[in-house]
């Protein structure tokens, strides 16, 4: 596609309830970041994948967040057992492989705003 | 490790006056330098980058000079309009490897006609 899309744009949970969030990066990116903002805050690298290998996920908060791009294109993360600090948007970014010109150039997604009550 | 300190906002203006928004990093060896802009209810968007040090960044009537002796990339625009008004946010990353950019926080800037 022409640009990095991510569903759902607002996601409203309770508190112990699992979410899952989409992210469709742009065709040909291999590369796939996920970055959680919180409010006022700038966003925090959460974990990055090559095609379908992830590769880092060292900003993983807990072993609540998990994530997976099983065919190296569509990414999901999901969180299980939602509470309230894991209220934030949601950013998903992609950029071309390592090796190639503007590899170090994220393009990022509008995000998912997840609200946990 | 890496961090990144921009100045805390909100930056208010008039139009047309002329805007600094600081930044200074941490890293270690020489990342490369970004400046993003996150428009109300938008994705952040690439405004300027710069690779190494001396390089000066340039987008839309803003710019930023890379300075390696004083860890800084201050954000400069000499005429603000209204549309101008959203939240920069100064970032770098590691110039080896995958691209795990690391931001500051982020200035929000409102201009009034």
């Known amino acids: 596609g022409a640009g990095v899309s991510q569903s759902p744009r607002y996601k409203v949970a309770k508190r112990g309830q699992d979410v899952a969030l989409r992210c469709d990066p742009i065709s040909g990116h291999v590369s796939l970041f996920w970055y959680q903002q919180a409010l006022g805050q700038g966003p925090e690298f959460l974990t990055y994948f090559q095609n379908e290998a992830q590769l880092d996920k060292s900003g993983l908060p807990s072993d609540r967040f998990f994530a997976e791009r099983p065919e190296g294109s569509v990414s999901t993360l999901k969180i299980q057992r939602t509470q309230q600090e894991d209220s934030a948007v949601y950013l998903c970014?992609?950029?071309?492989?390592?090796?190639?010109?503007?590899?170090?150039?994220?393009?990022f997604g509008a995000g998912s705003r997840l609200t946990v009550l | 490790g890496n961090s990144v300190t921009q100045m805390e906002g909100p930056v208010t203006l008039s139009e047309e006056a002329f805007l600094t928004i600081n930044c200074t990093y941490t890293a270690t060896g020489y990342p490369s330098l970004f400046w993003y802009v996150q428009y109300p209810g938008e994705g952040l968007q690439l405004l300027l980058k710069a690779t190494k040090a001396d390089d000066k960044g340039s987008n839309k009537g803003f710019e930023a000079t890379y300075r390696k002796e004083t860890t800084s990339f201050h954000l400069e625009k000499g005429s603000v309009q209204v549309s101008d008004s959203a939240v920069y946010f100064c970032?770098?990353?590691?110039?080896?490897?995958?691209?795990?950019?690391?931001f500051g926080k982020g200035t929000m800037l409102l201009v009034s006609p």
């Open positions: 970032a770098l990353v590691r110039n080896s490897g995958y691209s795990t950019l690391t």
């Open positions: 970014a992609s950029s071309p492989p390592p090796q190639e010109a503007g590899a170090n150039v994220l393009t």
